[in-house]
């Protein structure tokens, strides 16, 4: 116990910096616990696949296969935390279940939270035997690299004694209990640590009293609560793609905010890999459940770049009236233009039920920009839109709103204009509006053919026309802008200014006469030829973007050598 004392004194001071002030009780937080109202599980050999059981009125009971489709199966598996699921299976393949048949006709939209919250007869009414029990497979997420490691090192120099300390287990006086109430046959496994170690986290509420710990966690996460516990100790943590999410699970169980949002991003690896979009759709609300703000902006960013990808993939029919909002509010969705959002929008609700209430309705709506709608499109759209048909009174003040902006100064309307995003653009990529260039940032040998031909070469330079704005008052006002992507000093001097780092993205016009009244705030997009996929979104500052390293971008870099730019103009008015 010397040694133990001694450490403790030694580290102290280190770790007393670092951890975070905060005092939540480890007995207190929100956990997984003994099974729920509603709560679902797979009865079969693999924890992935099996008969869907459901939990009501304090007893398992199966599923009819009535109905029982992939929307269905979608619900089952996200509510077991997979990113979505394979198919769904019929007439008792995953074997006959015993006990009350719970639900039967059950129909789901894919995007409900619980298989509960599905339209079902009612629990217990059914017509079926146990031969028809429901089952699912769900995604494992096998197809990534789970063995990938990454390091998490917040030890600042401490003494690889207290990671030997842990592993030698003497001396400890509380023992930690690994447990998963909701599986009667999962046996909980039993390690011991040091209080004056565990002390030193606030957050895990340790007193002299403290004996004991119960940890409740899904069964496939047991074994890596080990490694958890082994992080207090020694401040390092090794995460991979596999372990995430149990990692990520045990920081918010025991209120480790900054652990939390380490290993958080970890899951950002994965964003680019799903073309599905189910993954991303499951981390969002994996997100919210764990109230990792990081984590659901990250997702969020990366299904705003990619939005026309996401709108067109499976995923895209089960994502909640939550995430519609959060995604309708941003202003870093890259979209053709905003009528693109407002007929997606109205295509999205065509195929939901569960969107009834008309503030519900009225709340999707309001987060569209009708002002920025190309007025040909939006006169057009009274005449072709269902939804403006069942809400003409909405529509109709919101399109007078829109041609107010377009047909007057905006110094003589501004004052009604409170809510600021409302006239301001999103990233449009419409050819009014952007240029794409199929260089790829990679300096090469080429340098002479550079040198003598980079005037003359469509890769790396282009011009194009767009208005000085989006209103109709400036559509016969047209400036011209000059895009280049910069690879070597020279050719920053040559034009007289200098590169602070290469290569360098240049959008510039020399048409300043509206300044005054017209600020730009552009983008560069930068896109995967062969996917795709936009992976990064830089600010034009002062004319001209540096493109990050892959080690400064908030994503990887998928395509490193294959990639092209894509310049977007977004002018607002001052």
């Not at 986290?201 to 409740?216: A, F, G, H, K, W």
């Not at 029919?317 to 995604?327: D, Q, R, S």
């Not at 007057?408 to 999103?426: A, E, G, T, V």
């Not at 830089?538 to 994503?555: C, E, R, V, Y």
């Amino acid at each position: 116990m010397t040694r133990c004392r001694s450490l403790f004194a030694i580290v102290w001071p280190l770790l007393f910096l670092q951890v975070s002030a905060q005092s939540w009780s480890i007995f207190g937080v929100q956990r997984k616990g003994a099974p729920q109202e509603g709560g679902v599980r797979l009865v079969g050999s693999v924890p992935t696949a099996g008969r869907v059981e459901v939990y009501h009125s304090g007893q398992w009971g199966t599923v009819c296969d009535d109905n029982w489709e992939m929307a269905q199966a979608q619900v089952v598996c996200r509510q077991l935390g997979f990113p979505g699921a394979v198919s769904a299976s019929v007439g008792g393949v995953n074997g006959e279940g015993s006990g009350p048949i719970w639900l039967d006709d059950v129909t789901c939209t894919g995007s409900e939270s619980s298989l509960a919250s599905c339209r079902f007869k009612g629990w217990g009414i059914t017509d079926c035997s146990h031969k028809e029990d429901a089952g699912v497979i769900c995604e494992s997420g096998s197809s990534v690299d789970d063995d990938q490691k990454f390091s998490l090192d917040h030890s600042i120099g401490l003494s690889e004694d207290l990671g030997s300390l842990f592993d030698q287990a003497e001396n400890c006086d509380v023992d930690v209990l690994v447990v998963d109430s909701s599986d009667d046959q999962s046996h909980g496994k039993t390690f011991c640590v040091h209080r004056v170690i565990l002390s030193l986290y606030p957050q895990l509420n340790i007193s002299e009293s403290t004996r004991n710990i119960s940890v409740d966690i899904s069964q496939t996460c047991h074994h890596h609560v080990y490694s958890f516990f082994r992080y207090f100790y020694t401040r390092k943590l090794d995460v991979t793609l596999a372990s995430a999410q149990c990692q990520h699970q045990l920081s918010y169980m025991f209120g480790m905010e900054h652990l939390l949002e380490e290993v958080g991003k970890v899951f950002t690896l994965l964003l680019p890999q799903d073309k599905t979009f189910r993954t991303q759709v499951s981390l969002y609300e994996y997100g919210i459940r764990t109230e990792d703000l990081l984590l659901q902006e990250n997702v969020l960013q990366y299904l705003s770049w990619n939005f026309e990808s996401f709108v067109s993939s499976p995923a895209w029919k089960t994502i909640t009236v939550h995430m519609m909002e959060a995604l309708l509010s941003r202003s870093d969705l890259v979209v053709e233009d905003e009528a693109f959002l407002l007929e997606t929008l109205e295509n999205w609700l065509e195929q939901r039920t569960d969107v009834t209430s008309p503030k519900r309705l009225i709340s999707l709506l309001n987060q569209i920009r009708f002002c920025m709608i190309p007025v040909e499109k939006l006169y057009d759209f009274q005449f072709t839109s269902s939804l403006y048909q069942s809400n003409e009174e909405y529509f109709s003040s919101a399109i007078l709103r829109a041609f107010q902006f377009n047909s007057l100064p905006f110094s003589k309307i501004r004052k009604h204009f409170n809510d600021s995003d409302s006239y301001l653009p999103r990233i449009y990529t419409s050819s009014n509006w952007s240029l794409v260039l199929n260089s790829t940032s990679t300096r090469n040998n080429m340098y002479n053919q550079y040198r003598h031909n980079y005037y003359s070469n469509p890769e790396r330079q282009g011009s194009f026309s767009t208005p000085a704005h989006n209103s109709v008052l400036y559509n016969q006002k047209i400036l011209q802008w000059q895009a280049q992507v910069l690879l070597y000093s020279w050719e920053c001097s040559n034009q007289g200014f200098t590169c602070e780092s290469l290569p360098m993205a240049r959008l510039i016009t020399y048409d300043r006469s509206y300044q005054s009244t017209i600020r730009f705030s552009n983008k560069l997009i930068l896109t995967c030829k062969t996917e795709n996929t936009v992976f990064h979104v830089q600010d034009f500052k002062n004319d001209k973007a540096a493109i990050p390293s892959n080690g400064t971008m908030s994503l990887p870099n998928p395509c490193p050598d294959n990639y092209f730019y894509t310049f977007v103009v977004r002018p607002e008015f001052i």
